[in-house]
C-alpha cells in the first residue's frame, strides 16, 4: 500500500487528536511564558522562563517530583507482576472462568473517585475495617494512621492504585496471552521445560510488546496521577504528586503562568522517563510486519 | 502415587491463588455492599454483616437526582467514545502498523507524547475550545474531550496487535485485488477481535469513570455523568459524606459495567476458536 | 416585605435626616457615596412590583447555592417563596460538595464571563478572592438594609472599597465536650487551652485505665486543608498573638508568641490526640467523638444535630461551649451576584430577599442556619432550635477574619502556605520557630513585600 493511502487513513485520527489535544496543548505552552492569573486572564505580559526558573528553586516541586517518581516505579512493578500473574492464572482452562474475569474487573469498573473515597474509609484509623482487622488479629497494638502518617501516606496510595488497575495489565496480557497458539506449549512440554522454564522462555517473550505496551501506558498513567492523591491525601505536601501540585498553584492559587509552567514541566519529566522505557523495552517503533 | 499427589498439590496451590485473587479484587465491593445496606451511626461500626440491613440508600440515591438519566448519560458517552476511538484508532493503525514511511516513528511517539500531558494542563484550554463550539453543558462535549486520552492507547494496542499478523494474508489480498479498504475492514479487523473487544471495553471504562472533564465540561442535573453525579450525592449536611448513598450508587454503577464484561468474554473466546491466526 | 424608608436604629434618640444618615453610615463603612439612587429605585421597585401583582415578564436566572440536603432544600424553599412574591424564577444549579472544587467551578465560568449563574453562594474566604467578578451591591442595597447585618461581615466583603457580597449566613468553632466524662472526674470546662490539655490527659489516662483503650482528649481538623487554617487560628486568636497578615498588608504571622502556641499544639498530638488527626476533617472528628472516644473535639455548630440524634452513642451526653479564651473564627456564606448577570436587577431582588430578616429567620429555626443578623440572636424560637447559638453569640462579635479581604487573589496561596506550616509543626517535621520564618519569607515573596 502506497505512503499516500497510508497517509489518508491517519487522516481522520489526526484532525481530531489536534483538535482535541493540540489546542489546548499551544495555550497551555503560551502561558506558561506569562504572568497570567486566572482573574484577570485578559492583562497579562509575557515574562520568558522566569515561570521555569522559580519552579526550578521550588523544593516543594521537586519533592512532588519524587513522589511521583517514587510512586509509578514501586506501583507499576507491582502491577505488572501481579497483572501477569492473574492473566496467567485465568488463562488456564477451568470452570468459573467466566465469572473470575468479571471479578476480576471490579476493581477498575469503580470510578476512581469512589474508590479513592472507599478504601480512604477502610484505612481510617480509627474505625476503618483494615485497622480493626490487624488489631484482631493482634498484628498490631495500636491503629495505624496510614494516610495521615507522612511516612506511609504514598504507600497508601500505591496500595490503592495497585488494587484499582491491575486489572488494566492483566487484561491486556490475558489478550495477548490468548493469541498464543497451543502448539508452543505442547513442543515446550516434549522439550521436557517445566511451567516456569515455559514461561521464561517461551511465553515472556511472545508477550513482550503487549507487556512493554502496558507497561508504558500504566507508567503515563501513574507518572500523571491526580484524583487518587487528591481524595485520600488532598494537597498533603507529603504524598503530593505533580499533578496536584500543578493543579494547586494553576486552580487553587490561581496562577495560570506558574501552573502552566509546572504542567509543562511535568511533561518534560514524563518524555524523559518513557524515552527511558522504549529504549530499555526495546519496543519497536518504525518495525515492519513480521 | 507420588505424582499424584504432586498434581494434586499442585491444584490445591491454584485453588488457593485463585482464592486469593477473588478475595483481593472482591473484598472492597463485598465491603461497599454490606455499607451500603446499613445507615445513620451503624456506619461507624465494624461488622461484617449488617444487623439491620435496608435499601433505604438505594431509594434516597434515586430519589435525590436523575440517577437514572446519568446512568444513560454515561452509557451515551462512554459507548460513543469507544466506538469512534476504536473506528478511527483502527483506521490509523492499518497505516501505522502495515505502511511503512517516513515519519512512523516520529508520529507514534508524538501521539504517545498526548498522553503525557496531565489533565489539568489541558483542562482550561479544553474549557476554551468547548465553549467555543458551543457544546458545554452537553454530552457531545464530553464525548469529544475524552478522545484525547483514549485515542492514544486505542492507536498505541491495535497498532502492535496488527503488526503481529503475517504478512501472507496482505500479499494474497493484493493479489486478489483487494483495496486497501477491503483489507482493512474484511481481513483484518475480524482478525483482531480480541483487540478490538479488549481496548473497546478499556476506552470504555476510562470513559465511564473520568470524572474532572465531567465536572467542568456539565452544569445541569440532567446532563452530569455518574462519577460527578455520585460525587454530588449530598448528606444532610455540608461536611457528611453520605457514606451508605455514596457506596449504594457505586453497587449500581457497577454491575452494568460487570455485566458488559461478561458479554464481552464470549467475544474474547469466539475470536480465538475462529483460527484464522493459526495460518 | 422589606421596605427601605424605615429604619431601627434601636433606641437611637437623634433624629437625623435620612440622607444625611445615609452619607454618615456610607463614611463609616469607607464605602464611596455612588449614584445609587437609580440602582436603589430599580432594586425597590423589584419589591414594590409585588403590589402591582406579577405585571413584569417572567425573567429566568439561575442561582448556585446550597449543594446538601438541607442547604439545597432551605434554598430551594426560598426562591420558590421570592418568585411566587416577583413572578420571576429562579433555577437552581447544584454544585460539588468540596469547597474547592466549587471555588474552581465558580472561578473558571466568572473568567469565561458566562452569565450561566447569576447568583453564587459563597464562602467566607472567597468575596476577596472573585472580587473582580461581582457586582458592587452596596450601589444596589441601602444602607439601613446592610447597617442591620454583623459589621465584621460587611467588612468582610468589602474589598477595594467594594461591597461584592452579602452575608447570608454564618457560624464559629465550638467547642463539644463529654459533659458526663467531665462531671465524672470532677472537671470544669476548660478556659484555656492549657487547661483543655490537662483535663484530656487527665481524663483519658483514667478512662483507658478504666478500660475504654479507645478513648482520645481532643479530637480537631489536622488535615493539610483550610479547616487548620481556621483550627490555628482559633489557637492564635485568643492567645494574643497576632493573625497572618495584618489589616495594613503585613506578614505578622512570625512572632515568638505564635510559635508558643504552635508548639503547645503539636504536643497534643500522640498525647491526647491520636496521630491521624493529621487527615482529619470536620467528618473524621466527629465520628471519633460521635462513636464516644474523644473527651473534646473542635467542630462546627453543624455537629451538634448529628452528636445528639437518637441513634449517636453519645446521645445526651454532650455538651458545647465557645472555644478557650473566647476564640472564635468566622465561617459562613454570603450571597454574590455575577458581574456578567445579564439580569442585575433580578439577581440583586433574589439577593435581597434571600439575606433579609424574615428568610434568615425560617432559615434559622427550621435548618438551623444561624442568622447573620444580630437582633434575631435575641429571639427565643432561633435560640431554641440553635442552642450552639446561645453559646457563641457573644464572640462572634469580637471573632477574628481570615485575610482574604486583604490579600484577595492570593489568599488561597498564603492559606495554603500558613496550613502546610502548621501541619509540619504538628506531625514534628520542623519546629515552629523554623515553620514561621520559613513561612513569612514566603508570605513576603508572594504578598510582593505588602503589596497585596
Redesign the interface.
Same mark, same amino acid.
Given at each position: 500500500m502506497s505512503a499516500r493511502a497510508g497517509w489518508l487513513f491517519l487522516l481522520p485520527m489526526l484532525s481530531v487528536l489536534t483538535l482535541v489535544a493540540g489546542w489546548p496543548l499551544l495555550r497551555t505552552i503560551w502561558f506558561s511564558l506569562t504572568d497570567a492569573r486566572l482573574d484577570t486572564l485578559d492583562a497579562y505580559t509575557l515574562v520568558g522562563l522566569a515561570n521555569y526558573r522559580a519552579l526550578v528553586a521550588d523544593p516543594e516541586w521537586w519533592r512532588a517530583v519524587w513522589n511521583t517518581l517514587r510512586f509509578a516505579a514501586v506501583s507499576v512493578t507491582l502491577e505488572v507482576v501481579l497483572g501477569v500473574i492473574i492473566a496467567l492464572t485465568l488463562n488456564a482452562r477451568m470452570r468459573g472462568r467466566g465469572v473470575l474475569r468479571a471479578a476480576m474487573l471490579i476493581p477498575w469498573a469503580i470510578p476512581t473517585v469512589v474508590s479513592a473515597q472507599m478504601w480512604g474509609w477502610m484505612l481510617h484509623d480509627q474505625y476503618g475495617v483494615i485497622n480493626e482487622g490487624l488489631l484482631r488479629l493482634g498484628l498490631i497494638a495500636e491503629p495505624i494512621a496510614w494516610t495521615a502518617e507522612p511516612s506511609l501516606a504514598l504507600w497508601a496510595v500505591v496500595a490503592v492504585d495497585v488494587w484499582k488497575t491491575t486489572p488494566f495489565v492483566a487484561l491486556l496480557v490475558l489478550a495477548a496471552l490468548q493469541l498464543l497458539p497451543d502448539e508452543l506449549y505442547e513442543a515446550a512440554e516434549v522439550d521436557g521445560l517445566g511451567p516456569v522454564g515455559a514461561f521464561f522462555r517461551i511465553t515472556l517473550p511472545l508477550i513482550w510488546p503487549a507487556l512493554m505496551v502496558a507497561v508504558i501506558f500504566r507508567a503515563l498513567d501513574a507518572m500523571r496521577v491526580f484524583d487518587l492523591m487528591y481524595v485520600l491525601t488532598g494537597n498533603s505536601r507529603s504524598a503530593a504528586s505533580m499533578s496536584v501540585y500543578a493543579r494547586q498553584q494553576l486552580v487553587d492559587f490561581q496562577d495560570v503562568g506558574y501552573g502552566s509552567a509546572a504542567a509543562i514541566f511535568v511533561v518534560l519529566v514524563i518524555a524523559l522517563v518513557t524515552a527511558l522505557l522504549v529504549t530499555f523495552g526495546r519496543v519497536r517503533l518504525g518495525g515492519d510486519a513480521r | 502415587m507420588k505424582r499424584g499427589a504432586a498434581r494434586l498439590l499442585r491444584r490445591l496451590l491454584?485453588a488457593v491463588?485463585?482464592l486469593a @485473587?477473588?478475595l483481593? %479484587?472482591?473484598f #472492597?465491593?463485598y465491603?461497599?455492599v454490606v455499607?451500603s445496606l446499613k445507615s445513620?451511626? *451503624?456506619l461507624?461500626?465494624?461488622e461484617f454483616l449488617p444487623a439491620s440491613p435496608s435499601l433505604d440508600n438505594y431509594v434516597a440515591v434515586f430519589r435525590g437526582?436523575p440517577f437514572g438519566r446519568n446512568i444513560l448519560n454515561s452509557v451515551l458517552v462512554a459507548g460513543s467514545v469507544a466506538l469512534v476511538s476504536l473506528?478511527? *484508532?483502527a483506521?490509523?493503525a492499518? &497505516? $501505522?502498523?502495515?505502511?511503512?514511511?517516513?515519519g512512523?516513528?516520529t508520529?507514534?511517539?508524538v @501521539?504517545?507524547? /498526548?498522553?503525557? =500531558?496531565?489533565?489539568? *494542563? /489541558?483542562?482550561?484550554?479544553? +474549557?476554551?475550545?468547548i465553549?467555543a463550539l458551543g457544546l458545554?453543558?452537553n454530552l457531545l462535549g464530553l464525548s469529544?474531550?475524552y478522545?484525547?486520552f483514549t485515542?492514544p492507547?486505542t492507536?498505541?494496542?491495535l497498532t502492535? +496487535?496488527?503488526?503481529?499478523? #503475517?504478512?501472507e494474508l496482505?500479499e494474497a489480498a493484493v493479489i486478489d485485488g483487494a483495496t486497501?479498504w477491503i483489507?482493512?475492514t474484511r481481513i483484518f479487523l475480524p482478525l483482531m477481535g480480541? &483487540?478490538l473487544a479488549?481496548t473497546g471495553?478499556?476506552a470504555f471504562?476510562a470513559a465511564?469513570?473520568e470524572? $474532572?472533564f465531567a465536572? %467542568?465540561f456539565t452544569? %445541569?442535573?440532567e446532563m452530569r455523568t455518574?462519577?460527578v453525579a455520585?460525587?454530588?450525592i449530598?448528606?444532610?449536611?455540608? =461536611?457528611?459524606?453520605?457514606?451508605g448513598r455514596?457506596?449504594a450508587a457505586?453497587i449500581v /454503577? %457497577?454491575v452494568p459495567?460487570?455485566l458488559l464484561?461478561?458479554v464481552f468474554?464470549r467475544r474474547?473466546v469466539s475470536g480465538?476458536t475462529a483460527g484464522a491466526?493459526?495460518g | 416585605m422589606e421596605r427601605g424608608g424605615r429604619s431601627r436604629n434601636g433606641g437611637r434618640a437623634v433624629a437625623m435626616k435620612p440622607k444625611a444618615r445615609r452619607w454618615r453610615y456610607a463614611q463609616s463603612l469607607h464605602l464611596g457615596m455612588p449614584s445609587m439612587h437609580k440602582h436603589v429605585a430599580a432594586a425597590f421597585a423589584m419589591f414594590l412590583g409585588l403590589a402591582l401583582g406579577p405585571a413584569a415578564a417572567q425573567t429566568r436566572i439561575a442561582i448556585a447555592c446550597g449543594s446538601v440536603g438541607v442547604e439545597a432544600q432551605l434554598c430551594r424553599e426560598g426562591v420558590a417563596e421570592w418568585a411566587r412574591l416577583t413572578g420571576h424564577r429562579a433555577d437552581l444549579v447544584s454544585t460539588p460538595i468540596g469547597s474547592s472544587e466549587r471555588l474552581a467551578l465558580f472561578q473558571q465560568l466568572l473568567a469565561a464571563g458566562s452569565a450561566d449563574i447569576d447568583v453564587f453562594q459563597l464562602d467566607i474566604v472567597w468575596p476577596g478572592i472573585l472580587s473582580h467578578q461581582l457586582l458592587d451591591l452596596s450601589e444596589w442595597i441601602a444602607p439601613e438594609l446592610l447597617e442591620r447585618h454583623l459589621p465584621l461581615l460587611l467588612r468582610n466583603n468589602i474589598v477595594a472599597g467594594r461591597l461584592v457580597a452579602m452575608p447570608w449566613f454564618t457560624h464559629a468553632g465550638a467547642m463539644y465536650f463529654r459533659r458526663d466524662l467531665l462531671e465524672k472526674h470532677g472537671r470544669r470546662i476548660p478556659e484555656t487551652w492549657e487547661e483543655m490539655a490537662e483535663t484530656a490527659q487527665v481524663i483519658m489516662r483514667a478512662e483507658r485505665a478504666a478500660g475504654a483503650s479507645r478513648m482520645q482528649g481532643y479530637v480537631f481538623q489536622g488535615r493539610a486543608y483550610e479547616g487548620l487554617t481556621v483550627n490555628a487560628l482559633e489557637w492564635l486568636a485568643g492567645s494574643g498573638a497576632a493573625g497572618i497578615i495584618a489589616p495594613d498588608g503585613r506578614v505578622a504571622i512570625n512572632t515568638p508568641r505564635a510559635a508558643e502556641v504552635l508548639t503547645a499544639a503539636s504536643r497534643w498530638v500522640g498525647t491526647i490526640t491520636p496521630r491521624g488527626v493529621l487527615n482529619y476533617a470536620e467528618e473524621e472528628a466527629r465520628g471519633v467523638f460521635q462513636s464516644g472516644n474523644a473527651v473534646f473535639m473542635r467542630n462546627w455548630p453543624y455537629a451538634w444535630q448529628l452528636v445528639n440524634a437518637p441513634d449517636s452513642p453519645v446521645h445526651g451526653r454532650v455538651g458545647v461551649a465557645p472555644l478557650p479564651l473566647g476564640a472564635a473564627v468566622l465561617g459562613g456564606e454570603q450571597l454574590g451576584v455575577s458581574r456578567h448577570s445579564r439580569h442585575p436587577e433580578v439577581a440583586v431582588s433574589l439577593v435581597m430577599y434571600l439575606t433579609g430578616r424574615a428568610e434568615q429567620r425560617r432559615r434559622a429555626i427550621v435548618g438551623g442556619m444561624i442568622p447573620t443578623i444580630p437582633e434575631l440572636y435575641a429571639e427565643p424560637e432561633v435560640l431554641a432550635a440553635n442552642p450552639v447559638l446561645a453559646q457563641l453569640r457573644d464572640v462572634m462579635a469580637d471573632a477574628a477574619l481570615r485575610p482574604s479581604a486583604v490579600t484577595r487573589g492570593r489568599y488561597n496561596q498564603v492559606s495554603a502556605e500558613f496550613w502546610n506550616a502548621v501541619h509540619d509543626v504538628l506531625s514534628g517535621e520542623r519546629g515552629a520557630a523554623e515553620a514561621l520564618g520559613r513561612l513569612e519569607r514566603i508570605l513576603l515573596r508572594v504578598g510582593r513585600d505588602g503589596h497585596w
Amino acid at each position: 500500500m502506497s505512503a499516500r493511502a497510508g497517509w489518508l487513513f491517519l487522516l481522520p485520527m489526526l484532525s481530531v487528536l489536534t483538535l482535541v489535544a493540540g489546542w489546548p496543548l499551544l495555550r497551555t505552552i503560551w502561558f506558561s511564558l506569562t504572568d497570567a492569573r486566572l482573574d484577570t486572564l485578559d492583562a497579562y505580559t509575557l515574562v520568558g522562563l522566569a515561570n521555569y526558573r522559580a519552579l526550578v528553586a521550588d523544593p516543594e516541586w521537586w519533592r512532588a517530583v519524587w513522589n511521583t517518581l517514587r510512586f509509578a516505579a514501586v506501583s507499576v512493578t507491582l502491577e505488572v507482576v501481579l497483572g501477569v500473574i492473574i492473566a496467567l492464572t485465568l488463562n488456564a482452562r477451568m470452570r468459573g472462568r467466566g465469572v473470575l474475569r468479571a471479578a476480576m474487573l471490579i476493581p477498575w469498573a469503580i470510578p476512581t473517585v469512589v474508590s479513592a473515597q472507599m478504601w480512604g474509609w477502610m484505612l481510617h484509623d480509627q474505625y476503618g475495617v483494615i485497622n480493626e482487622g490487624l488489631l484482631r488479629l493482634g498484628l498490631i497494638a495500636e491503629p495505624i494512621a496510614w494516610t495521615a502518617e507522612p511516612s506511609l501516606a504514598l504507600w497508601a496510595v500505591v496500595a490503592v492504585d495497585v488494587w484499582k488497575t491491575t486489572p488494566f495489565v492483566a487484561l491486556l496480557v490475558l489478550a495477548a496471552l490468548q493469541l498464543l497458539p497451543d502448539e508452543l506449549y505442547e513442543a515446550a512440554e516434549v522439550d521436557g521445560l517445566g511451567p516456569v522454564g515455559a514461561f521464561f522462555r517461551i511465553t515472556l517473550p511472545l508477550i513482550w510488546p503487549a507487556l512493554m505496551v502496558a507497561v508504558i501506558f500504566r507508567a503515563l498513567d501513574a507518572m500523571r496521577v491526580f484524583d487518587l492523591m487528591y481524595v485520600l491525601t488532598g494537597n498533603s505536601r507529603s504524598a503530593a504528586s505533580m499533578s496536584v501540585y500543578a493543579r494547586q498553584q494553576l486552580v487553587d492559587f490561581q496562577d495560570v503562568g506558574y501552573g502552566s509552567a509546572a504542567a509543562i514541566f511535568v511533561v518534560l519529566v514524563i518524555a524523559l522517563v518513557t524515552a527511558l522505557l522504549v529504549t530499555f523495552g526495546r519496543v519497536r517503533l518504525g518495525g515492519d510486519a513480521r | 502415587m507420588k505424582r499424584g499427589a504432586a498434581r494434586l498439590l499442585r491444584r490445591l496451590l491454584f485453588a488457593v491463588l485463585v482464592l486469593a @485473587i477473588v478475595l483481593y %479484587t472482591v473484598f #472492597p465491593f463485598y465491603w461497599a455492599v454490606v455499607s451500603s445496606l446499613k445507615s445513620g451511626a *451503624a456506619l461507624y461500626t465494624v461488622e461484617f454483616l449488617p444487623a439491620s440491613p435496608s435499601l433505604d440508600n438505594y431509594v434516597a440515591v434515586f430519589r435525590g437526582q436523575p440517577f437514572g438519566r446519568n446512568i444513560l448519560n454515561s452509557v451515551l458517552v462512554a459507548g460513543s467514545v469507544a466506538l469512534v476511538s476504536l473506528a478511527l *484508532a483502527a483506521s490509523a493503525a492499518f &497505516a $501505522l502498523g502495515r505502511v511503512s514511511f517516513r515519519g512512523r516513528a516520529t508520529l507514534l511517539v508524538v @501521539i504517545l507524547g /498526548v498522553s503525557m =500531558f496531565p489533565q489539568v *494542563a /489541558v483542562l482550561s484550554g479544553l +474549557f476554551e475550545l468547548i465553549r467555543a463550539l458551543g457544546l458545554y453543558n452537553n454530552l457531545l462535549g464530553l464525548s469529544l474531550s475524552y478522545l484525547i486520552f483514549t485515542l492514544p492507547f486505542t492507536v498505541w494496542v491495535l497498532t502492535t +496487535f496488527i503488526r503481529e499478523l #503475517p504478512i501472507e494474508l496482505e500479499e494474497a489480498a493484493v493479489i486478489d485485488g483487494a483495496t486497501p479498504w477491503i483489507m482493512l475492514t474484511r481481513i483484518f479487523l475480524p482478525l483482531m477481535g480480541p &483487540a478490538l473487544a479488549t481496548t473497546g471495553l478499556l476506552a470504555f471504562i476510562a470513559a465511564w469513570n473520568e470524572f $474532572l472533564f465531567a465536572l %467542568t465540561f456539565t452544569l %445541569t442535573d440532567e446532563m452530569r455523568t455518574v462519577p460527578v453525579a455520585i460525587a454530588l450525592i449530598t448528606g444532610s449536611s455540608r =461536611f457528611e459524606l453520605p457514606w451508605g448513598r455514596i457506596m449504594a450508587a457505586s453497587i449500581v /454503577v %457497577t454491575v452494568p459495567l460487570i455485566l458488559l464484561v461478561l458479554v464481552f468474554q464470549r467475544r474474547i473466546v469466539s475470536g480465538l476458536t475462529a483460527g484464522a491466526v493459526k495460518g | 416585605m422589606e421596605r427601605g424608608g424605615r429604619s431601627r436604629n434601636g433606641g437611637r434618640a437623634v433624629a437625623m435626616k435620612p440622607k444625611a444618615r445615609r452619607w454618615r453610615y456610607a463614611q463609616s463603612l469607607h464605602l464611596g457615596m455612588p449614584s445609587m439612587h437609580k440602582h436603589v429605585a430599580a432594586a425597590f421597585a423589584m419589591f414594590l412590583g409585588l403590589a402591582l401583582g406579577p405585571a413584569a415578564a417572567q425573567t429566568r436566572i439561575a442561582i448556585a447555592c446550597g449543594s446538601v440536603g438541607v442547604e439545597a432544600q432551605l434554598c430551594r424553599e426560598g426562591v420558590a417563596e421570592w418568585a411566587r412574591l416577583t413572578g420571576h424564577r429562579a433555577d437552581l444549579v447544584s454544585t460539588p460538595i468540596g469547597s474547592s472544587e466549587r471555588l474552581a467551578l465558580f472561578q473558571q465560568l466568572l473568567a469565561a464571563g458566562s452569565a450561566d449563574i447569576d447568583v453564587f453562594q459563597l464562602d467566607i474566604v472567597w468575596p476577596g478572592i472573585l472580587s473582580h467578578q461581582l457586582l458592587d451591591l452596596s450601589e444596589w442595597i441601602a444602607p439601613e438594609l446592610l447597617e442591620r447585618h454583623l459589621p465584621l461581615l460587611l467588612r468582610n466583603n468589602i474589598v477595594a472599597g467594594r461591597l461584592v457580597a452579602m452575608p447570608w449566613f454564618t457560624h464559629a468553632g465550638a467547642m463539644y465536650f463529654r459533659r458526663d466524662l467531665l462531671e465524672k472526674h470532677g472537671r470544669r470546662i476548660p478556659e484555656t487551652w492549657e487547661e483543655m490539655a490537662e483535663t484530656a490527659q487527665v481524663i483519658m489516662r483514667a478512662e483507658r485505665a478504666a478500660g475504654a483503650s479507645r478513648m482520645q482528649g481532643y479530637v480537631f481538623q489536622g488535615r493539610a486543608y483550610e479547616g487548620l487554617t481556621v483550627n490555628a487560628l482559633e489557637w492564635l486568636a485568643g492567645s494574643g498573638a497576632a493573625g497572618i497578615i495584618a489589616p495594613d498588608g503585613r506578614v505578622a504571622i512570625n512572632t515568638p508568641r505564635a510559635a508558643e502556641v504552635l508548639t503547645a499544639a503539636s504536643r497534643w498530638v500522640g498525647t491526647i490526640t491520636p496521630r491521624g488527626v493529621l487527615n482529619y476533617a470536620e467528618e473524621e472528628a466527629r465520628g471519633v467523638f460521635q462513636s464516644g472516644n474523644a473527651v473534646f473535639m473542635r467542630n462546627w455548630p453543624y455537629a451538634w444535630q448529628l452528636v445528639n440524634a437518637p441513634d449517636s452513642p453519645v446521645h445526651g451526653r454532650v455538651g458545647v461551649a465557645p472555644l478557650p479564651l473566647g476564640a472564635a473564627v468566622l465561617g459562613g456564606e454570603q450571597l454574590g451576584v455575577s458581574r456578567h448577570s445579564r439580569h442585575p436587577e433580578v439577581a440583586v431582588s433574589l439577593v435581597m430577599y434571600l439575606t433579609g430578616r424574615a428568610e434568615q429567620r425560617r432559615r434559622a429555626i427550621v435548618g438551623g442556619m444561624i442568622p447573620t443578623i444580630p437582633e434575631l440572636y435575641a429571639e427565643p424560637e432561633v435560640l431554641a432550635a440553635n442552642p450552639v447559638l446561645a453559646q457563641l453569640r457573644d464572640v462572634m462579635a469580637d471573632a477574628a477574619l481570615r485575610p482574604s479581604a486583604v490579600t484577595r487573589g492570593r489568599y488561597n496561596q498564603v492559606s495554603a502556605e500558613f496550613w502546610n506550616a502548621v501541619h509540619d509543626v504538628l506531625s514534628g517535621e520542623r519546629g515552629a520557630a523554623e515553620a514561621l520564618g520559613r513561612l513569612e519569607r514566603i508570605l513576603l515573596r508572594v504578598g510582593r513585600d505588602g503589596h497585596w
